[in-house]
C-alpha cells in the first residue's frame, strides 16, 4: 500500500475548474483535497506525464529555468545568522535544455562577517575575498536584472536550505519586496531527482548524484557557481533519460545494503570499558565474518556489515565498514 502511495505522489495532475482557471497537484493524494475545496467548480481532472509536465511547465512558468546555489557561513544563531557569502546562477532554456548565461558573485555578510573554519575549507574562500565583495542588495538587484532579462519564473535548487537562507537574509538586510520573487520561485528537486531514479523516497549528496549520473563540472564543488551547473547536468540528464543503467543498478543495489545495514545496527556511539585483552579477538571475529560470510543476498550483506560495525562499537571504535564498503551512495 505505501508503495502504491509513493508512486501516485510522483505524479503530476492538472486541475481545471468552470471559470478556466488550472491548477497543478502533485500525487494522487491531492485529488480529495482538491475536490473539497473546490465543490462543484470542477470541469476536468487528467495525469500529467514527465513530458507533459515539461510542457506544462514551459507554458505556464516560462521558457527559461535558473539553476541556483549559494554558499553561506553559518553561525550560532543566538548570536550570529547564517548568511549568504556566495550565489551562482545558470540559465537554461527549458525546450532544448541548453545553457544560455551563467552569474557567479561573493557576497559580503553584514552580520557574520568572520568566515569560520570548516566554511573556508569547504568552499575555499578565503576572509579577504568575501571582504571585499559586494553586499547582499547590490548583488541580488544584479539577479533580478537577469530573472526579468529571461523572464524566471521558477528556480531549481538542491536541498531545502537555500529558500528558506535566502528569504531570512532578506529579512536580515531589509531589502525591497520585490527581490522576494527571486525566493518565491525556488524548488527544492533533491527529492524529485531521487525518486525518479530510485522509485522512494530518500537523498543523496548532489555530489552523489551527478557520480551515479555520470555527470561532472570543471572546478571544486562548493562553489556556487559549480554546484548549480551540477545540479543542471544532473536534471538535464534525467529529464533526457540519459542514465547510466549500470551505474544506476549498482546504486541501487547499495542503497538496499544501506537500508538494511541501518535497520541492523544496534548501537550508535562507541561503548567505553570494553576489556582490552578481549579486542584482539574481537577483531579477529570481523575479519573471519568480511571473509567467511558469502552471500549473493544484498540482504544478508547489511546485516553482516551492520554486525561487524556493531562489534566495532562495543570495543569502542567507531563504526567504518558502512564507509568503506559504500562507493556510489
Given at each position: 500500500?505505501n508503495?502504491?502511495?509513493?508512486?501516485?505522489?510522483?505524479?503530476?495532475?492538472?486541475i481545471?475548474?468552470?471559470?478556466?482557471?488550472?491548477?497543478?497537484?502533485?500525487?494522487?493524494?491531492?485529488i480529495?483535497?482538491v475536490?473539497?475545496?473546490?465543490?462543484?467548480?470542477?470541469?476536468?481532472?487528467?495525469?500529467?506525464?514527465?513530458?507533459?509536465?515539461q510542457?506544462?511547465?514551459?507554458?505556464?512558468?516560462?521558457?527559461?529555468?535558473?539553476?541556483?546555489?549559494?554558499?553561506?557561513?553559518?553561525?550560532?544563531?543566538?548570536?550570529?545568522?547564517?548568511e549568504?557569502?556566495?550565489v551562482g546562477?545558470?540559465?537554461?532554456e527549458?525546450?532544448?535544455?541548453?545553457?544560455?548565461?551563467?552569474?557567479?558573485s561573493?557576497?559580503r555578510?553584514?552580520?557574520?562577517?568572520?568566515?569560520?573554519?570548516?566554511?573556508?575549507?569547504?568552499?575555499?574562500?578565503r576572509?579577504?575575498?568575501?571582504?571585499?565583495?559586494?553586499?547582499?542588495?547590490?548583488?541580488?538587484?544584479?539577479?533580478?536584472d537577469?530573472?526579468?532579462?529571461?523572464?524566471?519564473?521558477?528556480?531549481?535548487?538542491?536541498?531545502?536550505?537555500?529558500?528558506?537562507?535566502?528569504?531570512?537574509?532578506?529579512l536580515?538586510?531589509?531589502e525591497?519586496?520585490?527581490?522576494y520573487?527571486?525566493?518565491e520561485?525556488?524548488?527544492?528537486?533533491?527529492?524529485?531527482?531521487?525518486?525518479?531514479?530510485?522509485?522512494?523516497?530518500?537523498?543523496?549528496?548532489?555530489e552523489?548524484?551527478?557520480?551515479?549520473?555520470?555527470?561532472?563540472v570543471?572546478?571544486?564543488?562548493?562553489?556556487?557557481?559549480?554546484?548549480?551547473?551540477l545540479l543542471?547536468?544532473?536534471?538535464?540528464?534525467?529529464?533526457?533519460?540519459?542514465?547510466p543503467?549500470?551505474r544506476?543498478?549498482?546504486?541501487?543495489?547499495?542503497?538496499?545494503?544501506?537500508?538494511?545495514?541501518q535497520?541492523?545496527?544496534k548501537?550508535?556511539?562507541?561503548?567505553t570499558?570494553?576489556?582490552?585483552?578481549?579486542?584482539?579477538?574481537?577483531?579477529?571475529?570481523?575479519?573471519?565474518?568480511?571473509s567467511?560470510?558469502?552471500?549473493?543476498?544484498?540482504?544478508e550483506?547489511?546485516?553482516?556489515?551492520?554486525?561487524c560495525?556493531?562489534?566495532?562499537?562495543m570495543?569502542?571504535?567507531?563504526?567504518r565498514?558502512?564507509?568503506?564498503?559504500?562507493?556510489w551512495?
Amino acid at each position: 500500500m505505501n508503495r502504491y502511495r509513493k508512486e501516485h505522489d510522483n505524479k503530476w495532475y492538472e486541475i481545471t475548474l468552470k471559470d478556466e482557471s488550472v491548477k497543478l497537484v502533485k500525487g494522487q493524494q491531492s485529488i480529495p483535497a482538491v475536490k473539497r475545496k473546490y465543490k462543484g467548480q470542477i470541469r476536468s481532472i487528467r495525469r500529467i506525464s514527465m513530458q507533459g509536465l515539461q510542457g506544462w511547465q514551459k507554458e505556464r512558468l516560462g521558457n527559461y529555468i535558473a539553476f541556483l546555489d549559494l554558499e553561506y557561513n553559518t553561525g550560532d544563531q543566538n548570536k550570529y545568522p547564517t548568511e549568504i557569502i556566495s550565489v551562482g546562477i545558470l540559465i537554461v532554456e527549458r525546450k532544448s535544455m541548453k545553457e544560455k548565461e551563467s552569474y557567479y558573485s561573493l557576497v559580503r555578510p553584514k552580520f557574520n562577517t568572520v568566515l569560520n573554519p570548516y566554511c573556508m575549507e569547504l568552499t575555499g574562500l578565503r576572509q579577504v575575498e568575501v571582504d571585499h565583495a559586494p553586499g547582499f542588495g547590490r548583488v541580488f538587484r544584479e539577479v533580478l536584472d537577469l530573472y526579468r532579462k529571461w523572464n524566471i519564473r521558477q528556480t531549481f535548487v538542491f536541498g531545502s536550505a537555500d529558500k528558506p537562507v535566502f528569504l531570512d537574509n532578506l529579512l536580515l538586510n531589509e531589502e525591497e519586496e520585490e527581490l522576494y520573487r527571486i525566493g518565491e520561485g525556488m524548488r527544492d528537486i533533491s527529492l524529485q531527482l531521487f525518486f525518479t531514479l530510485f522509485g522512494k523516497d530518500g537523498s543523496l549528496s548532489l555530489e552523489k548524484m551527478g557520480r551515479i549520473l555520470n555527470v561532472s563540472v570543471d572546478g571544486a564543488l562548493h562553489n556556487a557557481l559549480n554546484d548549480a551547473r551540477l545540479l543542471y547536468l544532473c536534471y538535464r540528464a534525467v529529464i533526457k533519460g540519459e542514465i547510466p543503467q549500470d551505474r544506476l543498478s549498482m546504486a541501487r543495489e547499495e542503497l538496499l545494503i544501506r537500508e538494511v545495514y541501518q535497520k541492523s545496527r544496534k548501537f550508535e556511539e562507541p561503548m567505553t570499558g570494553y576489556p582490552e585483552e578481549k579486542k584482539q579477538a574481537a577483531y579477529a571475529l570481523i575479519e573471519e565474518l568480511m571473509s567467511t560470510v558469502k552471500t549473493d543476498s544484498l540482504r544478508e550483506k547489511g546485516k553482516v556489515l551492520a554486525l561487524c560495525d556493531d562489534i566495532l562499537l562495543m570495543t569502542g571504535e567507531k563504526a567504518r565498514y558502512q564507509r568503506e564498503y559504500f562507493h556510489w551512495i
